[in-house]
């Protein structure tokens, strides 16, 4: 398991603490390729991610002071490239310029997705068995204002207090694709996205979306928002800004987590595995991954794990956003 976040710097307003590694489920004797990945850039522009599984450390020439970027990425199959083709967008990432807008963000990352698929492009992969892709949940962080998001397939991001772990995402599965159609309401939703673990996924980063037909992909990306999305879901829309609390605990985690036939008892486990005796989020981290390992929850799947820590203690929290329903409120709709 690599400690990802040490050595780095998020100033005073900022705790971050970041793990990787592969499945605690997996045997001694076969252990399966990280296929995820991670990028931290840190308020003085020194960063991390993963190259070949093991991290990598630059410094990014000409970053703002202040400005930060955390995101993880989880690689998936096609030619056998899932981990290349995470790899790839998390060294490409240290080269999109520090961004203080959603449409500045959204313009940048884009047009990443559309030079990395056409780089990957294999003659006759327009389904989601031979192109590769990767999951890519993000967090745009300029000094004085809120976290911008950028989310793409079904990492998440969740907001954890001591009384509950709730999701700010929406994974971008065939469920997701049946409510946009009206096809599933907001507890069906909840139940197939939530209750359950399912493999599939119907949008990622380079991979492209296959929201209008499962079996044909489109090769841009979807942002699900307001006018693409339920009202139920309105409240997680894709790319927006955050508002977050001072002393909640912001998970971004890819699929390993979570990934076991019932999902939700574990899930209700992180408040107290995150928050109860835990004074910093490399503590809180360090609790998460070593329950895994020690006490996992029935039925978890072989799958690889890698989450950021965050707290928000300074400026960047965001109060001055409006923002129509608050985490707590946003659960209530499903439960």
Known sequence: MHCLADGLDFGPGLQVAARSSASASASRLMVPENQDNVLLIDASGHAVRLGGEAPLRTRVPGWPAGHMRLAVLDGMGGHGNGRQAAEAVATALLDVPA??????????LDALHATLQARFRQPGD????????????????APGQAPLLYHV?????????????????????????????????????????????????????????????????????RALDEATLPPFLHPLADRRALVTRPGALYLLATDGLWACE??????????????????????????????????????????????????????????????????????????
């Open 99 to 108: 961004c203080r807008t959603l449409a500045a963000l959204s313009s940048h």
């Open 126 to 141: 327009a389904d989601t068995f031979r192109r590769p892709g990767t999951t890519l949940t993000l967090l745009e962080i």
């Open 153 to 221: 397939g079904d990492s998440r991001l969740y907001e954890v207090t001591a009384d509950a772990a709730v999701p700010l995402t929406i994974d971008h599965v065939p469920a997701t694709g049946y409510a946009m159609h009206g096809l599933l309401g907001a507890h069906e939703w909840w139940q197939q996205v939530h209750g359950e673990h399912r493999s599939q996924i119907a949008q990622a980063f380079i991979l492209g979306n296959a929201f209008a037909n499962p079996q044909l992909l489109d090769d841009d990306l």
């Open 262 to 335: 019932q999902p939700q008892p574990w899930l209700a486990r992180w408040p107290h595995l995150l928050t109860h005796g835990t004074d910093t989020v490399d503590e809180a981290l360090t609790c998460l991954f070593e329950a895994c390992m020690a006490s996992p929850p029935p039925q978890f799947y072989i799958d690889n794990m890698t989450a950021i820590a965050i707290r928000f203690t300074g400026d960047n929290t965001g109060e001055n956003i409006d923002q129509t329903a608050l985490p707590h409120s946003i659960l209530t709709t499903f439960c």
